[in-house]
T-cell receptor, first 111, second 113 residues
Framework: DADVTQTPRNRITKTGKRIMLECSQT?????MYWYRQDPGLGLRLIYY???????NKGEISDGYSVSRQAQAKFSLSLESAIPNQTALYFC??????????FGDGTRLSIL | GDSVTQMEGPVTLSEEAFLTINCTYT??????LFWYVQYPGEGLQLLLK?????DKGSNKGFEATYRKETTSFHLEKGSVQVSDSAVYFC????????????FGDGTTLTVKP
């Protein structure tokens, strides 16, 4: 089983819809992150959380929100999706010392 | 702020060729440096890392040396294989308080038989 699981793996939706991407981990890490990947732009940090009660904005948080339901779960929401949010989204976890572990990504297309 | 600059791709090589992917960085503190690899349809996997100046990270025949004087962490492999075709990301992380990484834009490598 994967250490970091993202659901769904693929999603196509329409402009204006509310979307939730979910991430769960079995690594026992306190820290969780959401990134988006766009062609030629690498990975950009959306939100990160150091524990259940700690949520921090990343460099591109506008239009997104997150919820840390438990140590093992970190969800990313798009309240009203727009086409320029079409991207590949990655969840990652860390113990704060060793390198991050990544999920396999969610490919999101907004029409 | 912190930033990572990678050589632009895509890079296409023949099998057994020598690979170099350049990476330079700017950071406010003393970063740890990483190379991640992303195979098609998968997430990023750590390839190698170095945590202080002059450290050499190595894995699967890939190497990179942390050069503080040139703020570089170039990835090299002496003889690439078709299975090395992937996207490679250089990244840095400063301090354990953040733990979050700053990534380069990625370099796509295609190795032809």
């Amino acid at each position: 089983d994967a250490d970091v699981t993202q659901t769904p793996r693929n999603r196509i939706t329409k402009t204006g819809k509310r979307i939730m991407l979910e991430c769960s981990q079995t690594k026992g890490h306190d820290r969780m992150y959401w990134y988006r990947q766009d062609p030629g732009l690498g990975l950009r940090l959306i939100y990160y959380s150091f524990d259940v009660k700690d949520i921090n904005k990343g460099e591109i948080s506008d239009g997104y929100s997150v919820s840390r339901q438990a140590q093992a779960k970190f969800s990313l929401s798009l309240e009203s999706a727009i086409p320029n949010q079409t991207a590949l989204y990655f969840c990652a976890t860390s113990d704060g010392v060793r390198p991050q572990h990544f999920g396999d990504g969610t490919r999101l297309s907004i029409l | 702020g912190d930033s990572v600059t990678q050589m632009e791709g895509p890079v296409t090589l023949s099998e057994e060729a020598f690979l170099t992917i350049n990476c330079t960085y700017t950071a406010t503190g003393y970063p740890s440096l990483f190379w991640y690899v992303q195979y098609p349809g998968e997430g990023l996997q750590l390839l190698l890392k170095a945590t202080k100046a002059d450290d050499k990270g190595s894995n699967k025949g890939f190497e990179a040396t942390y050069r503080k004087e040139t703020t570089s962490f170039h990835l090299e492999k002496g003889s690439v294989q078709v299975s090395d075709s992937a996207v490679y990301f250089c990244a840095l992380s400063v301090g354990t308080n953040a733990g979050k990484s700053t990534f380069g834009d990625g370099t796509t490598l295609t190795v032809k038989p």
